[in-house]
């Protein structure tokens, strides 16, 4: 198991993209780290508090019908529909990636993971890079995150 000190950090999008062009099975997880997370393995449902069997994240495999769109696009949408999570979760919240097992879904339908191998931090420059990415697109896409009514 490596500690948050021992994992590499990838900085540029293109660095990410590559990464998941060469293996399948990747998650991203805005987290404290693994430091933080490989104790329990578990993850905590925020609207009840209930304990969930697994790391709670999302998925970097391509999925089919993205069809031949870029992999980098693909890759900054899915950095650019969470990267609201360390402003709202607090200090210390950063994405990382990792190499896990499904073994369940939560609330939100994200895959909870197991069997957690953590690979690298995602730098603050590939966000940014995603954002940019997302913002030159013909149509860009709003924030994930939605305000109830």
């Known amino acids: 198991m490596s500690t948050a000190d021992d994992l ?8 990410l993209t590559a990464l998941v062009e060469r293996d399948r099975g990747l998650y991203v997880r805005w987290s404290r780290g693994p430091e933080t997370d490989l104790p329990a393995v578990t993850s905590t449902d925020e ?3 209930v304990s969930m069997p697994g790391l709670s994240a999302n998925p970097l495999d391509v999925e089919r019908w993205w069809r031949d769109r870029p992999v980098e696009l693909w890759v900054a ?6 990267a609201h999570l360390p402003r709202d979760k607090g200090p210390g919240v950063r994405p990382w990636v990792l190499k896990g097992r499904e073994t369940g879904r939560g609330p939100d339908n994200e895959p909870l993971v197991v069997d957690v191998l953590p690979l690298t931090w995602i ?9 940019t990415e997302v913002a030159r697109q013909d149509n860009p896409w709003g924030p994930l995150r939605r305000t109830g009514g």
């Open 8 to 15: 590499p950090v990838v900085r540029t999008l293109a660095e």
């Open 47 to 49: 609207l009840t508090g």
């Open 77 to 82: 949408r899915r950095l650019h529909d969470y």
């Open 123 to 131: 730098g603050s420059s590939v966000i940014e890079e995603a954002k």
